[in-house]
């Protein structure tokens, strides 16, 4: 069974900047596509970033320039370095484990970002 397990939100304000981890178990960060995605309240979620099994990386347009993905494959953990927060940043960011061809979906619990001064 994978286990995604997110840490490193918090509340943060206008301009600053977190950095998200999703430590996993269970599985390797290397054979997966693993992303970052947002749910706002009253929203529906909402793909941030992801980066394929080959280390390809794909970015949401709100977010360019602005959020950096990357993954430490020692540590079996993947990252989102999040600078110059706004404030429509806000919601709670999962982690997501992808191996859609042999049927694998794996999400966190979700961790809260709060951006507001």
């Known amino acids: 069974q994978v286990q995604c397990v997110e840490s490193g939100g918090g509340l943060v304000q206008p301009g600053g900047s977190l950095r998200l981890s999703c430590a996993v178990s269970?599985?390797?960060?290397?054979?997966?596509?693993m992303g970052w995605f947002r749910q706002a309240p009253g929203k529906q979620r909402e793909l941030v970033a992801d980066?394929?099994?080959?280390?390809?990386?794909k970015y949401a347009d709100f977010v360019k320039g602005r959020f950096t993905i990357s993954r430490d494959n020692a540590k079996n953990t993947v990252y989102l370095q999040m600078n110059s927060l706004k404030p429509e940043d806000t919601a709670v960011y999962y982690c997501?484990?992808?191996?859609?061809?042999?049927?694998?979906?794996?999400w966190g619990q979700g961790t809260q970002v709060t951006v507001s001064s």
């Open positions: 980066m394929t099994s080959g280390g390809s990386t």
């Open positions: 269970g599985s390797s960060v290397t054979i997966a596509t």
């Open positions: 997501n484990f992808a191996r859609i061809r042999v049927g694998q979906n794996y």
